[in-house]
């Protein structure tokens, strides 16, 4: 019989993730354009730096992402994506111990960057390009699904919902579905609500309030808000003041069962996790 603690263990290329307790995703953008940080680590050195240091500050994950996926970005070819992404993931996995996340929707970046060491698929487009759910379920690694309608170029037009957790949910478990009927086992998924994607501010706030409802999904939350314009237009703050608000929001989603959170600023969300671990700890 399969135990209880077996079920939290998620096998990610040559490393677990344990699952019983929340990780901190530490966010590595090798792309000249992406909204917070374009073009400071396209550099293989400085990319390299950069991920060493989120590891030291308590990073379990860094998210590699070649394709800037911010509101209005430009699309890259798949060989441009590979370039930027393949050499800081083979480096990354020859340096570091470290489970490398790759975020992108491209079947050939997949494809390479699990030969080179990866461990898990973040797709924003959820395994929606032609040819990304099979190349997922060879790679034999776990897959993030997350929500969005639409693309980068055109998400944020006109966002519309009834009931924005409600669609959310049935999106993912649309998806989910798709996965397993290519071959991706359910054991393998991971969930991210998108939060910023497809989203109005006031669908954001709610969406967040009723995360608990993705539970019913069975399976374990990322969450990524760091420095994002939610932040932004709730305090009104620019892309670099809006630190406080997102730690706020990473110590929400944690008591709210996320397990992953994804962030830019390492070092200050992992003393959020570790102070949540260490209250919820206590007699």
């Known amino acids: 019989m399969t135990s209880v603690q077996s079920l939290t263990r998620l096998p990610c290329g040559n490393r677990v993730l344990d699952l019983a307790q929340t990780h901190v995703m530490g966010i590595l953008n090798v792309t000249p354009d992406s909204f917070s940080d374009g073009g400071r680590f396209s550099q293989l050195d400085a990319a390299l730096r950069h991920a060493e240091a989120m590891v030291l500050a308590g990073a379990t994950l860094i998210d590699v992402g070649g394709e800037s996926t911010r509101p209005g970005a430009r699309a890259v070819s798949p060989l441009e994506e590979l370039e ?37 698929i973040n797709d924003v487009r959820s395994l929606r390009r032609d040819g990304a759910l099979d190349a997922a379920a060879a790679t034999g690694l776990p897959v993030c699904l997350m929500h969005m309608l639409g693309e980068p170029g055109d998400m944020q037009d006109n966002p519309q919902y009834q009931d924005v957790t409600r669609e959310v949910a049935e999106f993912l478990a649309e998806r989910m579905d798709q996965c397993v009927q290519a071959g991706i086992p359910a054991e393998r998924i991971i969930l991210d609500p998108g939060f910023g994607f497809a989203k109005t501010l006031q669908h954001n706030l709610s969406l967040f309030k009723h995360m608990e409802a993705l539970h019913a999904l069975g399976r374990p939350l990322l969450v990524g808000v760091s420095r994002k314009s939610m932040i932004g237009h709730a305090l009104n703050r620019p892309v670099g003041e ?40 206590a007699e």
């Open 242 to 281: 809006r630190l406080h608000g997102g730690l706020a929001l990473a110590a929400l989603a944690s008591v709210k069962g996320a397990r992953i959170l994804r962030v830019h600023d390492v070092a200050e969300t992992v003393d959020v996790v570790r102070m949540i671990a260490a209250v919820e700890s």
């Open 84 to 120: 930027r992404v393949a050499p800081i993931v083979e480096l990354i996995n020859r340096e570091l111990d470290v489970i490398i996340s790759v975020d992108t929707s491209t079947p050939a970046v997949m494809r390479e960057t699990a030969r080179l060491g990866a461990g898990l």
